[in-house]
C-alpha cells in the first residue's frame, strides 16, 4: 500500500514532535504493510506556514536516513485552500506547494468553508496540469450536508480521499455515514490515514482495507489502497471506468 496523507515530518505542524515519534510512526505503517507513505505536512495554514521547501526536503531526506527504506518517504503537502491557488500553482517549483510525490496531484484541505469560486479554481488548475486531491471531506460540514457540492467539484477534475479512520468509525458516527454515503455515490478515489502520532491518531490502512473489502469487495479495496494510490504516486491518470 502507499499512503498519501502522512504527517510524519517532526516538529513543523500537529504531527510529531521528535525524530523517534516520526520513526515510530513510520515504522508502524511499514508493519501494516505500507510501503511508502507521502509526507504532508501542513502548508499555509495559520500557525504552520511551513513555506520554505528546502527544509522541508531536508527533514523527508533525514527521515529516509533514518528508515532505511521501510518505509519509503516521498515529498508532498497538504495545502490549506485559499483564493490565492491559482498564483500558488503558477510558482510551480519556485513556490511553497509540492505535489504528491513531487508530481501532477496535489492534496489539498478547506477551511470551515468551501469559497464559490473553488469550482472555478479548480478547473484553471487541471489546464495548468495539476490536480486538486480534496483532503477529508467526510470531515468538512459543506460537503456532509451537500454530497453534490463535492460532485461538483470532482466533475471538475479533482479527486477525493477518505480517512481511514472514518471508514473504521474512530471519527464517530457521522462521519462514518458520511463516509459510506460517497463511497456509494462513487465520488472516492483514495484511502489514507492522516496519521498524526501513534497516540492521537495511527496509521490505520490495514484495518480500513478490511473493512472496504468486506462492505464493497476486493476490486474496491485493491482499487482504493493500491491501484489508484500507484497511480497518483506516479502521477499517471486514473481510470475512470473504474470508479463506478
Known amino acids: 500500500m502507499i499512503d498519501l ?65 521501510e518505509p519509503v518517504v516521498l515529498a508532498g503537502c497538504e495545502y490549506f485552500f485559499s483564493s490565492g491557488a491559482m498564483e500558488l500553482v503558477e510558482k510551480g517549483a519556485t513556490g511553497p506547494l509540492v505535489g504528491l510525490n513531487r508530481g ?19 478547473h484553471e488548475m487541471s489546464l495548468l496540469g495539476t490536480i486538486p486531491v480534496i483532503a477529508h471531506p467526510e470531515r468538512h460540514p459543506t460537503f456532509v450536508r451537500n454530497p453534490e457540492r463535492l460532485k461538483d467539484l470532482v466533475d471538475r477534475g479533482a479527486l477525493v480521499q477518505v480517512t481511514a479512520g472514518c471508514v473504521i468509525g474512530e471519527f464517530g458516527t457521522k462521519a462514518q455515514e458520511a463516509t459510506e454515503e460517497l463511497l456509494r455515490l462513487g465520488l472516492v478515489h483514495v484511502v489514507a490515514s492522516d496519521a498524526h502520532s501513534m497516540a492521537a491518531r495511527p496509521p490505520r490502512l490495514a484495518l480500513a482495507r478490511e473493512r472496504i473489502r468486506r462492505d464493497h469487495g476486493a476490486e474496491a479495496a485493491a482499487r482504493l489502497f493500491e491501484t489508484n494510490p500507484a497511480a497518483i504516486a506516479a502521477s499517471e491518470p486514473l481510470s475512470w471506468n473504474d470508479q463506478q
Request: proline residues 7%; aromatic residues 8%.
Open 104 to 122: 501532477k496531484y496535489l492534496l489539498l484541505e478547506f477551511g470551515r468553508t468551501v469559497p464559490p469560486d473553488a469550482s472555478a479554481i479548480f
Open 5 to 69: 496523507h502522512f504527517h510524519c515530518l517532526p516538529g513543523i505542524d500537529d504531527g510529531p514532535e521528535t525524530w523517534d515519534q516520526a520513526v515510530a510512526l513510520c515504522r508502524a505503517a511499514a508493519a501494516e504493510g505500507t510501503a511508502a507513505v507521502v509526507a504532508t505536512p501542513h502548508v499555509l495554514r495559520d500557525p504552520w506556514m511551513n513555506e520554505d521547501v528546502k527544509v522541508r526536503d531536508g527533514l523527508v531526506a533525514h527521515l529516509n536516513a533514518l528508515l532505511l527504506g
